[in-house]
């Protein structure tokens, strides 16, 4: 749990300085997110905090205020929405609250405790690793709000081997079954290469490891990661609806 409770707050101070440059007029600058600007998107990132820390240490109590919601849609955009009532320093003050408690939480947990979220009950490690892939994503929105470009970092290696481990529900969610293993294998900074899943099933993923996150959090179509090369139908299918939410 050190190294991925580590890098998780690596991830979200350096989004945190990048947002202490953005000035306060930008705020409202939309991102790709349709409808959200740079303070929803923080907003949104202090909202699922909250409900985090709760999963945490109250076990999910919180996550049934779903059922009072339409779609999951629905859900997000009130968090959003308490946002817009704040000024941007009161967003990122929540969002560092929230953020705090998980990871406070998190240090007191073992890596495969379960925990109980709304796609479905997960270890601790692996939720972890989920916190840390949307802040990323939601990162790489912000930069593009701002027109600047997010660079890669060797933290990816842990959303390679959270969408790899994904890839059962993502083929479910899609209405396929996943029958023959996936191994994805991802170049990260200075050529290091992330792998997960067995070798040899002769279904491959591999590629620049930002192209596939990327992908992966739906931050980039499938079709134009030009630089990802796919062996074997079952890939063909893993490239087009892998996902980690």
Request: charged share 30%.
């Amino acid at each position: 749990m050190r190294e991925i409770l580590s890098d998780l707050v690596a991830e979200q101070q350096q989004l945190d300085q990048f947002l202490q440059r953005v000035q306060v007029r930008d705020w409202s600058s939309p991102t790709p997110a349709n409808g959200w600007d740079i303070r929803d998107t923080v907003s949104h990132l202090a909202h699922i905090e909250e409900y985090a820390h709760n999963a945490l240490a109250e076990g999910g109590s919180m996550l049934a205020d779903l059922d009072d919601y339409e779609a999951f849609d629905d859900f997000t955009e009130s968090g959003v929405e308490r946002g817009r009532q704040m000024r941007p320093q009161d967003v990122i003050e929540w969002w560092r609250l929230g953020r705090a408690e998980v990871v406070d939480d998190l240090s007191r947990a073992e890596a495969r405790d379960r925990v109980p979220w709304f796609v479905a009950e997960m270890s601790a490690r692996s939720f972890a690793t989920l916190r840390l892939a949307e802040t990323w994503g939601h990162g790489l929105d912000i930069h593009d709000a701002v027109g600047e470009e997010a660079q890669d970092t060797e933290r990816l290696r842990h959303i390679v081997v959270i969408t790899q481990k994904m890839l059962p529900w993502a083929f479910e969610q899609s209405g396929y079954e996943y029958e023959t293993p996936v191994r994805i294998e991802g170049i990260g900074p200075m050529y290091a290469k992330y792998a997960a899943g067995p070798e040899g099933t002769g279904q491959l993923i591999r590629g620049p490891a930002g192209e596939i996150c990327r992908v992966a959090l739906q931050r980039l179509h499938p079709d134009d990661a030009e630089n990802l090369t796919v062996e074997g139908e079952a890939a063909e299918i893993a490239l087009q609806v892998m996902r980690t939410y």
